[in-house]
């Protein structure tokens, strides 16, 4: 057996095989019928010339067949491309050939554009509807049978990720790494397992899983641990919670809708008694306060006992918010990483932590991490110097079919190999990291360099301002200036240019302060909760 996806789901699978896997919707599998029902797609999926190293675009919603393709992808040592479902025909026909996907694999939400993007795609074979007629007959009359063969801890995974600018690009992990670098090593919580076939152990002795280190002394923790993701599957959120909650043994509430509604989310997390919640910073976190505090006493949100972080800002205000409405949670987990790299560096806010205000864009760095300068040398801890952070240890190979972005992401230093995505931050004496922001969406003012994340976070911490985000426009003495575009909080009246910028000056460096404001209605964001850059711009720049 190997630290491979495919094996390390099987032996789970065996161990607990009738709890509760998954649900979404009105759709739930345990772990014995996940499995079995993955393997037979595998079998489908080897008649239509699937194999070791075989790329399938999975151009699906949130759903449970969605992570049967996933497993029944791996069962055969192929990789499962992650497709965005809001693309259109030329976005997938790029994403197809830069894959060399050989098939698609889709629901029928998607049915008409995946036929007729195919046609144009002479690499891919084959097109499968999981919501067709005969799909269900053909699965139930494929074999059940695990006889597909050895696995790799070498074996690919792929992830393709649009970021904020350019073109998607697949970010190539190794299962082993993947595992232990974003999927919690099979013992969320405790000790990462050594040996894969440690992973029975683990899945029945430690059901608490990610709240282990969070729960009162004598406190068990529910019998077994319950995720819900906001992130769809198509992303790196949405796939690496999940796969990491079924790697532990848990159950994964999929959000079953395609706009996130939150009080369906409250739905859930009462109907299902969900112990932990990823949310995608302010984006997520705003909103659901404001239904919180819309009806009060509605729900019964006692199971919820973690809220995690991450792709977007989580201010400091809103965790304190948060804290507060839903008294039940331990702690808030955020982080920084990315499809590129393993969790650089991390932030707890517990209860105890409550006394002191909560910050934003504050973390504590893995030992892994550092933070380099222009020439890759780490800067001393406490220099102030702003540098790229870099991590070391559980890293991507690169990028598919790209050696030259490759070449500038994933570098050698000092006979290591670190990742570097882009963030920019600077570092204390004590690895306390300070976030700036992506060095692609870097500002440069009169010379200055302005960071949008630094000033966003600011602008939401305005009485009236729901959500922000900051971008650069031309400007013709300074280059470009800095652009706000926010949306008001309920219920208040719209920000204008002055009280914002005097909100900021308490703040930020004056260079750092909106030049321009635009009001609108809601903040566009990505089906991942990022920040739609390109709109913006747009915005910025009529």
């Keep these: 057996?190997?630290?491979?996806?495919?094996?390390?789901?099987?032996?789970?699978?065996?161990?607990?095989?009738?709890?509760?896997?998954?649900?979404?919707?009105?759709?739930?599998?345990?772990?014995?019928?996940?499995?079995?029902?993955?393997?037979?797609?595998?079998?489908?999926?080897?008649?239509?010339?699937?194999?070791?190293?075989?790329?399938?675009?999975?151009?699906?919603?949130?759903?449970?067949?969605?992570?049967?393709?996933?497993?029944?992808?791996?069962?055969?040592?192929?990789?499962?491309?992650?497709?965005?479902?809001?693309?259109?025909?030329?976005?997938?026909?790029?994403?197809?050939?830069?894959?060399?996907?050989?098939?698609?694999v889709h629901d029928a939400g998607v049915r008409e554009r995946?036929?007729?993007?195919?046609?144009?795609?002479?690499?891919?074979?084959?097109?499968?509807?999981?919501?067709?007629?005969?799909f269900a007959a053909e699965l139930e009359a494929a074999s059940p049978a695990r006889d597909l063969g050895p696995r790799s801890s070498d074996d690919h995974y792929v992830l393709y990720t649009g970021g904020t600018?350019?073109?998607?690009?697949?970010?190539?992990?190794?299962?082993?790494?993947?595992?232990?670098?974003?999927?919690?090593?099979?013992?969320?919580?405790?000790?990462?397992?050594?040996?894969?076939?440690?992973?029975?152990?683990?899945?029945?002795?430690?059901p608490a899983q990610r709240l282990r280190p969070f729960l009162p002394d004598g406190d068990p923790g529910p019998p077994q641990f319950v995720s819900l993701a906001l992130g769809p599957l198509m992303h790196a959120s949405g796939q690496w919670s999940a796969i990491g909650t079924l790697l532990g043994g848990g159950k994964v509430v999929l959000y079953d809708r395609l706009h996130v509604d939150m009080e369906h989310v409250l739905d859930l997390v009462e109907r299902e008694h969900v112990n932990a919640m990823n949310l995608v910073g302010d984006a997520s976190a705003r909103p659901l306060l404001a239904k919180l505090a819309e009806h009060r006493n509605r729900w019964d949100t006692s199971s919820l006992r973690l809220v995690g972080s991450g792709g977007s800002i989580l201010s400091g205000d809103t965790?304190?918010?948060?804290?507060?409405?839903?008294?039940?949670?331990?702690?808030?987990?955020?982080?920084i990483g990315s499809s590129e790299s393993p969790a650089q560096a991390v932030a707890v806010t517990t209860r105890?932590?409550?006394?002191?205000?909560?910050?934003?864009?504050?973390?504590?760095?893995?030992?892994?991490?550092?933070?380099?300068?222009?020439d890759l040398r780490p800067l001393p801890r406490g220099s102030a110097v702003v540098g790229r952070l870099a991590t070391r240890g559980r890293v991507p190979l690169g990028y598919y079919n790209d050696p030259d972005r490759s070449a500038r992401t994933f570098v050698e230093i000092d006979g290591a190999r670190w990742s570097l995505p882009g963030d920019m931050a600077t570092i204390d004496t004590d690895g306390t990291v300070h976030l700036l922001g992506r060095g692609s969406l870097c500002i440069n003012t009169g010379g200055e360099k302005v960071y949008p994340e630094e000033?966003?976070?600011?602008?939401?911490?305005?009485?009236?301002?729901?959500?922000?985000?900051?971008?650069?426009?031309?400007?013709?003495?300074?280059?470009?200036?800095?652009?706000?575009?926010?949306?008001?909080?309920?219920?208040?009246?719209?920000?204008?240019l002055a009280a914002l910028q005097e909100h900021c000056r308490a703040h930020l460096a004056g260079y750092k302060v909106p030049r321009a404001a635009h009001v609108v209605d809601v903040v566009v964001r990505t089906a991942a909760g990022k920040a739609d850059y390109a709109w913006a711009r747009a915005i910025a720049t009529p």
Aim: hydrophobic share 45%; charged share 25%; with cysteine.
């Design 319 to 335: 965790k304190e918010a948060l804290m507060a409405e839903l008294p039940s949670v331990l702690a808030i987990v955020e982080g």
């Design 352 to 374: 105890a932590d409550r006394a002191a205000p909560s910050r934003s864009l504050t973390f504590v760095a893995k030992a892994e991490t550092v933070v380099v300068d222009d």
């Design 455 to 496: 000033v966003e976070a600011v602008l939401k911490s305005h009485p009236n301002v729901a959500d922000a985000v900051v971008v650069g426009a031309p400007d013709a003495q300074f280059g470009q200036r800095v652009v706000a575009i926010v949306a008001p909080a309920p219920g208040t009246p719209a920000p204008d």
């Design 165 to 206: 600018t350019g073109m998607p690009k697949g970010v190539l992990w190794r299962h082993e790494d993947i595992f232990f670098g974003a999927m919690g090593g099979g013992n969320p919580g405790g000790p990462p397992i050594r040996r894969p076939d440690e992973i029975t152990a683990s899945v029945i002795d430690n």
């Design 1 to 104: 057996m190997q630290f491979n996806l495919a094996d390390l789901f099987e032996r789970v699978a065996d161990a607990v095989a009738e709890r509760d896997a998954a649900i979404c919707g009105t759709e739930r599998r345990t772990y014995a019928q996940l499995d079995e029902r993955s393997t037979r797609l595998a079998h489908l999926l080897a008649g239509r010339g699937v194999g070791p190293g075989t790329h399938v675009a999975l151009y699906m919603y949130n759903s449970i067949s969605h992570l049967e393709a996933m497993f029944a992808c791996y069962k055969l040592r192929a990789v499962p491309i992650n497709v965005n479902y809001r693309y259109v025909d030329d976005e997938l026909e790029y994403l197809l050939a830069d894959a060399d996907a050989v098939g698609i």
């Design 114 to 134: 995946a036929a007729r993007v195919a046609t144009r795609c002479p690499d891919v074979r084959f097109v499968l509807d999981v919501e067709s007629r005969s």
